[in-house]
Structure formats: structure tokens, C-alpha cells
């Protein structure tokens, strides 16, 4: 699977940005989808998962009610549509794809097969 994350950039605090991740080189219906995001001088963190399947999802407590993740079958995406954006989100993100993975190994970078390249969020104050 390749993926390429796109759609970050420099927002306000307040404002609203979409990540988008194009996946290409497999059946997706099997796979679990999560961004994550690392800071500088932080370890990479887990954001936010969808199952392909089934569509359930799963978010970090911070970012409950904030950012939505979500995906589209026909053109093989995952977005991650971010609002009321705080300075502490700024990192950069990445999405992540696992073919096998239990529930509680979600949030687990190295639970993830696949990663995209990236893309810087900044978030001023």
C-alpha cells in the first residue's frame, strides 16, 4: 500500500484544516486507517482510526469533537477534517494503514504496516 498525505499548512488558532490521504496498491477493505502526528522533540502519537470495513472509528481524547476522520470507498481516501484547531495540534501528521490489527493495538504506531510521507500543521497563536 502507498499513501500520500497532502493538506496541511498554517492556520490561526480557531481555524479549520482537511488532511487528506490517497492510498493506492491494495484492497482497502481489510485495512484499519489512522493519522497520527509528532512534534518536534515528541514521540509520534495517535489522532485518530477508521476501520474501512465497517466505518467505526476511534479518537485520542484531545481531539474529540474537534477533528473527524472519515474515508471514501470510490476514490480509495482518508480525511481527517480538523476544526477549533489549538496551538498544541501543531505537528506533523501522518496517515498510517494496517491490515491486521485488534482494537487495542490502535493507537500503537508500530501496530501499522504502511506511512505516508507527512504533512506539517502549524497552528499560531
Known amino acids: 500500500v502507498q499513501l500520500q498525505a497532502c493538506g496541511g499548512g498554517l492556520v490561526q488558532a480557531g481555524g479549520s484544516l482537511r488532511l487528506s490521504c490517497a492510498a493506492s496498491?491494495?484492497?482497502?477493505?481489510?485495512?484499519?486507517m489512522g493519522w497520527f502526528r509528532q512534534a518536534p522533540g515528541k514521540e509520534r502519537e495517535f489522532v485518530a482510526a477508521?476501520?474501512?470495513?465497517?466505518?467505526?472509528?476511534l479518537y485520542t481524547d484531545s481531539v474529540k469533537g474537534r477533528f473527524t476522520i472519515s474515508r471514501d470507498n470510490t476514490k480509495n481516501m482518508v480525511y481527517l477534517q480538523m476544526n477549533s484547531l489549538k496551538p498544541e495540534d501543531t505537528a506533523v501528521y501522518y496517515c498510517?494503514?494496517?491490515?491486521?490489527?485488534?482494537?487495542?493495538?490502535?493507537?500503537?504506531?508500530?501496530?501499522?504496516?504502511?506511512w505516508g510521507q507527512g504533512t506539517q500543521v502549524t497552528v499560531s497563536s
Open positions: 498510517a494503514a494496517s491490515q491486521r490489527i485488534i482494537t487495542s493495538m490502535i493507537r500503537v504506531p508500530s501496530s501499522y504496516d504502511y
Open positions: 496498491g491494495r484492497t482497502l477493505s481489510r485495512y484499519v
Open positions: 477508521v476501520r474501512w470495513s465497517s466505518g467505526i472509528t
